[in-house]
């Protein structure tokens, strides 16, 4: 790899944005694993530790003397057993989680975090206790629990898996992906 210097060849003019473009990285079973730059992923293929799986047809990387295709999925060739890191709760992470909907009337609007058991009654900050709310539902619920309320959750809160934290992480998702993500 050393003294190879890669540039990327485009038809368009979103040549910036390309060299920045993220590459769906899977494990030798096609679970997806990461996300990673063009650049990582054309050296683990040029390395082979990774095989391409899908390219993007309109763009090119060059060498000075050749020309290798520009990936959106690799895979490795190796598996690799990765204790994947918890997920950190979030307001953020949790409203993802939530699809930016009231949990409990669906709104879009004014949302805000509610502890489903409330914090003054011994409820946690964790993924099963905190659902995306929107103010006046969270206002309705006040001190109590959902039941106590007679305000039913639309789903059950639950902790977001490596699947659905890819699924939020990039910013916009390539056809190429949708597969391995489930989408
Ligand atoms: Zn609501």
């Given at each position: 790899m050393a003294g190879i210097c890669f540039k990327i060849h485009t038809k368009t003019k979103n040549e910036k944005m390309e060299l920045h473009g993220q590459v769906l990285v899977l494990n030798q079973d096609y679970q997806p694993l990461t996300v990673c730059g063009v650049k990582r992923a054309v050296m683990l293929t040029f390395m082979g530790k990774a095989e391409l799986l899908?390219?993007?047809?309109?763009l090119k990387i060059r060498s000075v003397t050749q020309s290798y295709d520009y990936p959106t999925v690799v895979r490795l060739l190796s598996y690799i057993r990765v204790p994947y890191n918890n997920i950190v709760v979030t307001r953020r992470n949790i409203l993802k989680r939530d699809g930016y909907?009231?949990?409990?009337?669906?709104?879009?609007?004014?949302l805000t975090i509610d502890h489903v058991i409330p914090r003054s009654r011994g409820?946690?900050?964790?993924w099963k206790n905190l659902v995306t709310s929107c103010a006046s539902c969270n206002i309705k619920k006040g001190n109590r629990t959902p039941r106590e309320a007679s305000m039913k959750l639309l789903k059950k809160p639950y902790k977001p898996n490596h699947i659905l934290y890819l699924q939020t992480i990039v910013a916009s998702v390539k056809e190429d992906w949708k597969p391995y993500l489930y989408m």
């Open positions: 899908h390219r993007n047809p309109e909907r009231c949990q409990y009337c669906n709104a879009r609007e004014d409820g946690r900050d964790t």
